[in-house]
């Protein structure tokens, strides 16, 4: 490790322009980020803190605010300047009762949980025979009215991606398999989850419905038990198969939500300051622990480090975001409230607590030098560069509003979709080495932005 | 393969007393379950059909009576003779609504399943202090009276085993922990599954309370849930954990259940038969694909592979028994009915679809010739011997009470606790080339017995 260390500290000597901060303190930074790489508990301490004295925090109810008041007294507790709650109102959907059964000749029940923004079955539910779409693309192929009266049953599966592109292949099942299905005439759909595991948890998440189209029962069936439905359209030979939903989500109307922010107050508070997001939020069928406890936990113990290696020169500002799930609601309330404050640079971790692989921002080509030194600094962490351009994740719509610097610091992905919002969303599935490859990665990359005088995107 | 069914033929021809079969029928009978080894559908022929066209078979319940049904018509479909289902009445119960709350300062939903024949909190629920024990032993030193109007949580985790020995040693916190419990005035119990797995599904199971201890409501909590509940109490710090549950399982009182069976008519019928048994229900969770799905496939598969290869000597009778889960009806009702039928020898599968690994007997010692020709035979399934004396599973009653024969072929139970008893029993668990292992053993092992002229005991 301290070889890594000099060899780093050497390579940033060599290459930094005027502007630089003292080499003890990019030497300390780098050290404190090593040290975090074997010894962090801020991370693992926040994780297991909100998962286990809170738990669920859904976007709008009084769990989320629960959660809010937990972040600020923890962040009060770990030295953040400036910390607040800054309240938002949203619309807030919450589940109810949630059954499934196949009837007639293959009766058993199935699991199934409803998704996001969809519509109540009542308390009796609905029986109907359900239309089997293999793929998205089948549903696409539908003629209009084909599905008068029936429940749509779209079973296109995910695999798992290093980078997590197999959400994009899987995902409009969900976000809009549910209003196709509906604008041709369905009176519900199921779809397979879109997840990656075979454990029988459904996968929830947010479904859109399209202007004029009315809002139907919708749900999410596990893996298991779509593997099961496809085997029983097998079986039947053509005889109709029929399913009884009993959904029972609805809305509550307009609540309060809020993000809550800290800071790490910079030598010059006159610099636009270095925005670290993640959001508090989760599903409520698990505890939100990868999603996105660890998230929030990385972005905190990384400007903890950073602070410990000496004051930095710019601020760094924790964005913990309030109700991302169902519809980035703090995400898009913080841009509003705070567009015409610039921001120097945003970050963001939202995608589990698994290892940092791959370092991308979105001025590669206009401040190449502070990419590659950026790059550089983290390569002893296993992490690579690339040419993707960082687009940012939910929480950042700020920056992407101001046309902003983004970094993405790339988790890896693969195992991800066997928890994301399932009921398996728990503590016991962080792996707190991992988790402390992020914080490292986070220390050394927000350390050096944080110390950078000159605007990182490299345009003035 | 050719040149180990040559190598198996000889060392047997080598061997084989005056009483053996002939060595074609030998030499046929293990080319058909070399056969079986690569080519078996049978088994999963049962295993898929029934968990797809079936599910869920709670012993007593119409659910159970049409796995019974249609296990009698699967029977008859693959020409097993004197097919029949052999009632019994037994006690009904069937779970209700389930849910647990931790309230109070750590407030979150903790997923719950309830323990066979507990009773009700009512619609209404209990909420109490919860009283935490890390391991069985704990509660065995709790004071008398020392749990009045609290809830008991035993904590003790089980650990995987390749011989399932592990499900001993955390086995008592469930089988016998909430009648302890109970005894020192608990008014319920929760305990952590009795599993190995860490996703959040429940592993339910039977429970017993002793003579004169009135049944209380209790269930087991997912593994993160009991992880979670034990952080609570770190975090708490001596302060109460309180817990609400709602638990409404009740009995249905005396309904019908049933054992299937069906045979192969051997070339003597006056000889007694050879007894193959599995068990036909299921815990409601899962659709009972390992537990015991595969095991009837694997038994029924055997039979019908001995067939092929030439009528065998004895008859071989499949026993699908009814209502093991929830306390051994159909095996008890079984031997009540035909104790005065001499069984030749008894040989279950009852422990997942995983491979086989070790041949064991309960003649070893009365029949060393028969017992080391059988452990020989399997040998090239890669199967070994064994010196521990067979007692056979849950459906072999009958085989005990007469003093019998008892084989074990035992599988590989390692992954077996990940998914027994949960919602994750689905056929998706089941590895085919797995399963095909089974057959194949199965088929050379009751492939011998069935020629077997003399007792297989060795005793007259």
Redo the contacts between chains.
């Keep these: 490790m301290h070889r890594h260390l000099l060899a780093a500290g050497a390579a940033i000597a060599l290459t930094i322009p005027a502007y630089a901060f003292a080499d003890d303190h990019v030497d300390a930074l780098a050290a404190q980020a090593d040290h975090a790489l074997e010894h962090d508990m801020i991370a693992w301490d926040f994780t ?2 909100v ?6 925090r859904q976007a709008g109810t009084d ?1 989320e605010a ?1 959660g809010r008041a937990w972040a600020i007294d923890w962040l009060n507790a770990n030295g953040f300047a400036n910390v607040a709650d800054e309240p938002f109102q949203m619309q807030t959907w919450v589940r109810g009762e949630e059954r499934a059964f ?1 009837t007639g ?5 199935m ?1 199934i949980t409803a998704l996001g923004n969809t519509a109540s079955t009542g308390p009796e539910g609905i029986e109907a025979e359900v239309v089997y779409f293999p793929f998205f693309a089948d549903l696409l192929d539908a003629p209009e009215g084909s599905l008068e009266g029936k429940i749509a049953f779209i079973s296109h599966d995910m695999r798992a991606t290093q980078d997590g592109s197999g959400y994009g292949f899987a995902g409009p099942a969900r976000w809009t398999g549910p209003s196709i299905a509906a604008s041709k005439g369905a009176i519900a759909t199921v779809i397979r989850s879109i997840g990656t595991e ?4 459904p996968h929830t998440g947010g479904t859109t419905f399209a202007e004029g189209v009315v809002a139907t029962p919708a749900g999410a069936l596990t ?2 038990d779509a ?2 439905l496809e ?2 359209f097998e ?1 039947a030979n053509g005889e109709p198969i029929t399913m009884r939903l009993v959904l029972t989500p609805r809305w509550l109307g307009e609540t309060t939500s809020g993000n809550v922010v800290g800071e790490v107050v910079g030598r010059d508070p006159s610099l636009p300051p270095v925005l670290l997001a993640c959001h508090l939020d989760s599903w409520d069928l ?2 939100g622990a990868i999603d996105d406890g660890a998230g929030c936990g990385i972005i905190a113990a990384a400007a903890r480090h950073v602070a410990e290696a000496g004051q930095p020169l710019r601020t760094i500002r924790v964005l913990f975001a309030g109700a991302e799930e169902t519809g980035l609601w703090g995400s898009r309330a913080y841009s509003e409230a705070h567009i015409d404050e610039p921001m120097a640079v945003g970050i963001e971790s939202d995608f589990g607590a698994d290892r940092i692989w791959r370092f991308e921002s979105n001025f590669r080509e206009t401040n190449p030098e502070l990419h590659a030194r950026l790059a550089r600094s983290v390569a002893r962490f296993g992490v690579a560069d690339s040419t993707i351009v960082a687009r940012g994740g939910a929480d950042l719509n700020i920056v992407r509003d101001q046309g902003g610097a983004i970094i993405d610091l790339q988790q890896d992905g693969t195992d991800y979709f066997e928890l994301h919002h ?3 969303d ?4 962080v792996d707190p080495e991992a988790l402390r490859q992020n914080v490292a990665v986070w220390t050394q990359v927000v350390g050096i932005l944080a110390n950078e005088a000159g605007p990182i995107s490299g345009a003035e």
């Design positions: 297991e803190g998962t286990t004295e809170i738990g669920p769990d629960r196949v000749r293959f009766a058993q029940p699991h075979n454990h029988r948890m893996n298991p593997d099961n085997r029983m079986r698990g505890t399932t009921p398996d728990t503590l016991d599935k």
